[in-house]
């Protein structure tokens, strides 16, 4: 038997035994090729040992790799663990959560903005899931850094709005008068939390907010106000 009919044997026979395609070899498969390929090779015209090197030389990009991938697949179980202890350490906690979307359950809502240059002028608009305005409050000279608000649950009129979930959208309008759209922050209290998806959930009274879009933790809930 040559050496290219004895791999063929052996890799069928490997394949046979897994239950899997021979196309879809491990790095055992690959190893018992390689030692079947010595067993089976005539003495008197051996393989070439140049080609041997490259084979022993795939084998050990193969066992390298696979070795990467499991060290890969333990780091994303560590994430994943981590990921679940930082949200429960964030129960009871009040937390700003970089979103547009805001929740209204009958309490006043802290809300916020900031942008990414100084502006004289900021619009905070409150609209409905269809895009219907609900209520406009105008801050002047708002501070650089993080702004807050509080809305208290009714419209231009001061009349109260049904609980829901509501859109927050920032603009503001720069020295040179430019309008520029700012990036909207949502505070809150944080009840529970799921793990039942991909992303850690945190549940807080203004909703459902994605642990990755959470910028900053505070003890208690701060004054109401710009600047805070």
């Known amino acids: 038997m040559n050496s290219m009919s004895a791999l ?39 393989s070439d040992p140049t080609e041997f090197t490259a084979q022993l030389a795939q084998y050990s990009s193969l066992e390298q790799l696979q ?18 202890m930082s949200a429960l350490s964030l129960i009871d906690r009040q937390v700003v959560a970089e979103t547009d979307k805001l929740q209204f359950g009958g309490d006043p809502v802290k809300m916020g903005f900031r942008f990414s240059e ?6 905070v608009t409150i609209k409905g899931d269809n895009g219907q305005i609900i209520d406009q409050k105008e801050v ?20 109260p709005v ?34 039942s998806g991909s992303d850690s959930i945190l549940l807080t009274e203004s909703g459902r907010i994605p642990l990755s879009e959470i910028t900053r933790v505070n003890n208690s809930t701060s004054a109401a106000g710009t600047g805070q």
């Open 118 to 123: 100084p502006v004289e002028k900021a619009i």
């Open 140 to 159: 002047l000279q708002p501070a650089e850094d993080n702004n807050f608000l509080q809305w208290d649950g009714t419209d231009q009129n001061g009349q």
């Open 67 to 84: 070795n990467i991938s499991a060290g890969m697949a333990g780091l994303s179980s560590m994430k994943e663990q981590f990921g679940r």
């Open 162 to 195: 049904p609980e829901g979930r509501y859109l927050l959208e920032v603009t503001g309008t720069t020295a040179e008068g430019k309008e520029t759209r700012g990036i909207s922050l949502v505070e809150s209290r944080v009840t529970g939390a799921d793990f």
């Open 8 to 46: 063929q044997e052996t890799s069928v026979q490997s394949g046979n035994k897994t239950g899997k395609s021979s196309r879809e070899l491990g790095k055992n498969d690959f190893l018992n090729l390689l030692v079947s390929q010595l067993k089976n090779q005539d003495p008197l015209n051996p």
